[in-house]
Nanobody, 124 residues
């Protein structure tokens, strides 16, 4: 069993930055790949970024590539999502999740143990 808790969301102006954190408990995070997803009102949950267990390879959605950075600190059992140059279209609830596979995929069905989400709102 893995428990995931996201934090770091908030209200920011367009062009600003936020860093999201996802703290894991129950099992050491170094044992699995992790991902970030987001869901805007009226839309399906979509892939944002993922990081592999082995070697820390990273994967990004085209919409965030070059602006967002996923990283992990296995000693702190935490995964981060650094978000720069934020746009109003980035407004959503952001979720972290444990990947079933390594390397991680981009579909929600490839993940289990989701956090409760953290709201990110970007004003124009």
């Amino acid at each position: 069993q893995v428990q995931l808790v996201e934090s770091g969301g908030g209200l920011v102006q367009a062009g600003g930055s936020l860093r999201l954190s996802c703290a894991a408990s129950g099992r050491t995070m170094s044992s699995y790949a992790m991902g970030w997803f987001r869901q805007a009102p009226g839309k399906e949950r979509e892939f944002v970024a993922a990081i592999s267990r082995t070697y820390g390879y990273t994967y990004y959605a085209d919409s965030v590539k070059g602006r967002f950075t996923i990283s992990r600190d296995n000693f702190k059992n935490t995964v981060y999502l650094q978000m720069n140059s934020l746009k109003p279209d980035d407004t959503a609830v952001y979720y972290c999740a444990k990947s079933i596979t390594d390397p991680p995929g981009t579909a929600t069905y490839g993940y289990e143990y989701w956090g409760q989400g953290t709201q990110v709102t970007v004003s124009s």
